[in-house]
């Protein structure tokens, strides 16, 4: 089955601790995107990739980093800069042109 | 200025009824995509909805139907036959072309009553 994995669901760190949310898709798709999303409100975006070894920053993209080492691959390393790192993350990709974003199921971090 | 709006934190509607859900876009780029996601309590995104900016004709999709009003910079979603599994928050979001980006409003609430 072609999709968006992101693991693991549930991530609990201390605060001051990096931590990196994986996220893999098999589906082929050039561009891949990483959100964050706090409770009750819409996606901002963090950080977006189009090709492999490129990527651009988001609307919020202070405290966290990517990779994109491959074109399945775009993990989220989000340091201990990010002043409030709970939240929900979830993962996107798509293909060039007017297609629709595919999404991951989605990390909630929670900082303790 | 913000790329997308929705209006309507929340909303109410009686089963079997149909629902319009609002969402207005700013661009001055001629070529872009509308969508419509449905994100129910589990988190997940879903695809519900696309239209085009050059489509002649509002997009369907079963029971949900875009109204696209192009001189107003309107994409309303309009859910026919509304099911209790309907209850989410519903996102309308923007692609430019151009840059590759999608933009996303704020979201609506959807409240179904059986």
């Known amino acids: 089955d072609g999709g968006i994995t992101q693991s693991p669901k549930y991530l609990f760190r201390k605060e001051g601790q990096n931590v990196t949310l994986s996220c893999e898709q098999n589906?082929?798709?050039?561009?891949m995107y990483w959100y964050r999303q706090d409770p009750g409100q819409g996606l901002r975006l963090i950080y977006y990739?189009?090709?492999?070894?490129?990527?651009q920053k988001g609307d919020i993209a202070e405290g966290y980093s990517v990779s994109r080492e491959k074109k399945e691959s775009f993990p989220l390393t989000v340091t201990s800069a990010q002043k409030n790192p709970t939240a929900f993350y979830l993962c996107a990709s798509s293909l060039q042109g007017y297609n629709e974003q595919f999404f991951g199921p989605g990390t909630r971090l929670t900082v303790l | 200025a913000q790329k997308i709006t929705q209006t309507q934190p929340g909303m109410f509607v009686q089963e079997k009824e149909a629902v319009t859900l609002d969402c207005t876009y700013d661009t001055s780029d001629p070529s872009y995509g509308l969508f419509w996601y449905k994100q129910p309590s589990s988190g997940e995104m879903i695809f519900l909805i696309y239209?085009?900016?050059?489509?002649?004709q509002n997009a369907t999709e079963g029971r949900y139907s875009l109204n696209f009003q192009k001189a107003r910079k309107s994409a309303n979603l309009v859910i026919s036959a509304s099911q209790l599994g309907d209850s989410a928050m519903y996102f309308c979001?923007?692609?430019?072309?151009?840059?590759?980006?999608?933009?996303f409003g704020s979201g609506t609430k959807l409240n179904v009553k059986p």
């Open positions: 979001a923007m692609r430019e072309i151009d840059f590759n980006k999608f933009y």
């Open positions: 589906l082929n798709h050039d561009a």
């Open positions: 239209q085009g900016s050059y489509d002649q």
């Open positions: 990739s189009q090709i492999v070894n490129d990527f």
